[in-house]
């Protein structure tokens, strides 16, 4: 590859199109070595060394176990304006299915949502902005770790991120296949929703599978509270709002033992939503419909829910701005301002719980399909894009003085 294959507007961009074979060398390198969330100690090392050759003022490592966070000052610093732009590095437990040169080595993981791409992306805007310090202020890098179910901005965040480096806003992006490349979405509100844990265990009364009568069948029990449950989104919830109940596994008895009831049933599943009045209903409806719903056959029903990860809500200031600095990228054609948002769930929300901040999405095709695919790959073609992007929205949130 001697040049990128889209075209964006700007130094950042044109600048960056001159680096891309060694960010597409990185992101495929990182792409082969994926690690799993507080694992990432060759990825880390991969990031570091790029950072040390990026010529960035700081590199810090350790922050949240295995994250590294870098800083760059722009020409001057009398602003005192500080911007953060996050990446995260994990990759999944998965089994790849490509052939490709830069496939997985590792068995039973892969980097199947690009997180490979995003940290590529982001030394790419650390390369840009060393070499060009066009802006007046400081802009603070962070590599996290373990977005994939770790909460691994958490664990930044409770490590000292903020304390250390007290940014006024962050942002961060995540690579879309459905959106074609070159496009970019993101609306002024909540992104991706929040996602929790249930789980729900029934205790009845284990018996020969010949006499019911004598026992009482948790299975039964549970597939009652499986159908009563799906009544909280259609009769509890308001139209105009979202939510998801999918009680998804079911573990009861023994599958070689067909005349056994078992004593005790377990369900889990997942909870989805933007509110938290909504998430509040949700906990609310189903700790009073399974112990109901038990009860009325004559058995028990406990459940436990767990709040994971919070709503990505963008403040609307900086989604505002973000739009803007797309824009001045690929064209006002080519932002969604008002995109839909997504049930699926990012812990990027922990830092937006404690910084203003907006979540970006960045079209890259779905040629390879969608997220969490095993045949999923990260389109390279965009690497540019997403590393102007990064950093035009340090160098455009922290404009130097005319002179």
């Not at 694992?39 to 090392?45: F, G, H, I, L």
């Not at 699926?344 to 203003?356: C, T, V, W, Y």
Request: aromatic share 6%; proline share 4%.
């Amino acid at each position: 590859m001697l040049a990128p294959r889209l075209k964006a507007n700007g130094r950042a961009f044109a600048h960056i199109a001159q680096f891309v074979p060694e960010l597409t060398a990185l992101r495929r390198d990182l792409h082969a070595h994926p690690e799993l969330g507080f694992e990432e100690v060759y990825t880390s090392a991969r990031v570091v060394e790029a950072l040390k050759v990026c010529g960035v003022d700081e590199i810090h490592t350790g922050i949240g176990k295995t994250g590294v966070v870098a800083v760059v000052r722009g020409k001057s610093t009398q602003s005192g304006r500080m911007i953060g732009l996050r990446a995260d590095m994990d990759a999944l437990t998965m089994t790849e299915q490509n052939d490709f040169a830069w496939k997985s080595t590792k068995s039973g993981m892969m980097h199947g949502c690009g997180h490979d791409g995003h940290t590529a992306m982001l030394v790419g805007a650390a390369r840009y902005l060393a070499e060009t310090r066009n802006f007046d202020g400081t802009a603070v890098l962070v590599f996290q770790p373990g977005e994939e179910g770790f909460a691994g901005a958490k664990a930044m965040v409770d490590d000292g991120l903020f304390d250390r480096w007290p940014v006024e806003a962050i942002f961060a992006m995540h690579n879309w296949p459905s959106m074609k490349p070159g496009t970019i979405g993101i609306n002024m509100g909540a992104m991706m929703a929040a996602a929790d844990r249930v789980t729900i265990e029934v205790t009845g009364k284990g018996g020969h599978g010949a006499h019911p009568y004598l026992a009482v069948d948790p299975v039964l029990v549970c597939a009652h509270i499986i159908t009563a449950a799906q009544s909280i989104v259609s009769r509890n919830i308001r139209p105009i709002d979202s939510a998801v109940v999918s009680l998804c596994a079911i573990n009861a008895g023994d599958v070689h033992a067909m005349s056994v009831i078992p004593g005790s049933a377990t369900i889990v599943g997942t909870i989805r939503t933007f509110k938290t009045e909504v998430q509040a209903l949700v906990e609310r409806r189903l700790q009073e419909i399974a112990s109901a719903v038990a009860l009325g056959f004559g058995a028990t029903a406990s459940v436990r829910y767990e709040r994971s990860y919070p709503a990505t809500v963008n403040t609307p200031d900086e989604a505002s701005f973000a739009a803007d600095v797309a824009e001045s990228l690929v064209g006002p054609e080519h932002v969604d301002r008002d995109l839909e948002p997504s049930m699926g769930a990012e812990d990027f929300s922990f830092m937006l719980q404690n910084k203003p901040g907006a979540y970006l999405r960045l079209g890259q095709g779905a040629d390879n399909c969608f997220l969490h695919n095993a045949r999923y790959d990260f389109n390279d073609d965009v690497l540019p894009l997403g590393s102007a992007l990064h950093a035009s929205l340090a160098e455009q949130g922290m404009p130097l003085a005319a002179s």
